[in-house]
């Protein structure tokens, strides 16, 4: 168990409807990564949080965005779906950098299928 | 803006048999590297880093990896391979150590071990 929790782990849906995907750090990771991997594909990076505010953005489309709340929570917000958004949605956190490593946390997924 | 690339879609090697999953990068400054282990249907677990210091780091389940700077390369390796060391590893590069910095990962490659 990584302590990244996300929610839901599945969520099926319709083309042209909007989900909300929601990620809980590690206690006292303060970023938040957002990543998507489609079938049998890579991890493309989409945006980056720290304490509440963006701190990178990867190849993150229009129709989706993100935040990351004073608790230090996170939701990925996906709307006008298309079949192609289907995919696994990774959140992943870090702990404060300061020569610790800098590595990664993963949660288990939100696979999203839209239909 | 740095990359990662992993030129083997599938590696298959035998039991008990050394495997080597390769990797490459780019990166302007200094090169933060990691290895991550992905199971089916599950999140990516990290295995290793290299940050600075000595060229071979040790990490998880008996994994090792070789960091070459003039080579641009961070191999991932295990002396003899075991059948539970099927799965998808990752290879992936942050380009600092800022609350801003960018974590990229490679396309993934594919451990079969066959027993």
Do not use: M
């Amino acid at each position: 168990d990584s302590g990244v929790t996300q929610t839901p782990k599945h969520l099926i849906t319709a083309t042209g409807q909007r989900v909300t995907l929601r990620c809980s750090p590690r206690s006292g990771d303060l970023s938040v990564y957002w990543y998507q991997q489609s079938l049998d594909q890579g991890l493309q990076f989409l945006i980056q949080y720290y304490n509440g505010e963006e701190r990178a953005k990867g190849n993150i489309l229009e129709r989706f965005s993100a935040q990351q709340f004073p608790d230090l929570h996170s939701e990925l917000n996906l709307s006008s779906l298309e079949l192609g958004d289907s995919a696994l949605y990774f959140c992943a956190s870090s702990p404060p950098s300061r020569g610790r490593g800098g590595e990664l946390f993963f949660g288990e997924g939100s696979r999203l299928t839209v239909l | 803006a740095q990359s990662v690339a992993q030129p083997e879609d599938q590696v298959n090697v035998a039991e008990g048999n050394p495997l080597t999953v390769k990797c490459t990068y780019s990166v302007s400054g200094n090169p933060y590297l990691f290895w991550y282990v992905q199971y089916p249907n599950r999140g990516l677990q990290f295995l290793l880093k290299y940050i600075t210091g000595d060229n071979l780091v040790k990490g998880s389940y008996g994994f090792e990896a070789e960091f070459n700077k003039s080579q641009t390369s961070f191999h991932l390796k295990k002396p003899s391979a075991l059948v539970s060391d099927s799965a998808l590893y990752f290879c992936a590069v942050r380009d600092g150590y800022s609350s801003a910095s960018k974590i990229i990962f490679g396309s993934g490659t594919r451990l079969s071990i066959r027993p």
